[in-house]
């Protein structure tokens, strides 16, 4: 996978801001020789301005797809739990579409 245009400009900024190579690996879901790629000049937009500090993400580290994964089975364990305490409150329907829409976000 190449960084577009943009994404160029996201991960220069992330460099001049400071921020470590492998956690602007993490946060694109790359490896971190697509990062290092950008860093020495050899990608596809090599002239791409860095994106300016109020237009970057939060600085890392992010959560790893390791995390990911493990996050989104506790919430199958939450979900079949709360499925199973034969509870039909409001409450109950609440917690429950909360947790699904968590688990989708992370899928």
Same mark, same amino acid.
């Given at each position: 996978m190449t960084f577009s245009y943009r994404e160029t400009q996201i991960?220069?900024?992330?460099?001049?801001?400071?921020?470590?190579?492998?956690?602007? /690996?993490?946060?694109?879901?790359?490896?971190?020789?697509?990062? /290092?790629?950008?860093s020495t000049g050899?990608?596809?937009? %090599?002239?791409?301005?860095? /994106? %300016?500090?109020?237009?970057? %993400?939060p600085p890392g580290p992010y959560v790893g797809a390791k995390t990911v994964f493990e996050v989104r089975g506790i919430l199958?364990?939450?979900?079949?739990?709360l499925e199973g305490a034969g509870s039909n409150s409001s409450?109950?329907?609440?917690?429950?579409? /909360?947790?699904?829409e968590a688990h989708r976000k992370l899928a």
């Open positions: 991960v220069k900024g992330m460099l001049e801001r400071g921020d470590k190579q492998h956690d602007i /690996a993490s946060y694109f879901g790359v490896n971190g020789g697509r990062v /290092a790629e950008v050899k990608c596809d937009y %090599p002239s791409a301005p860095a /994106a %300016p500090t109020d237009k970057l %993400p199958d364990e939450a979900i079949e739990l409450e109950t329907q609440v917690a429950l579409d /909360a947790l699904r």
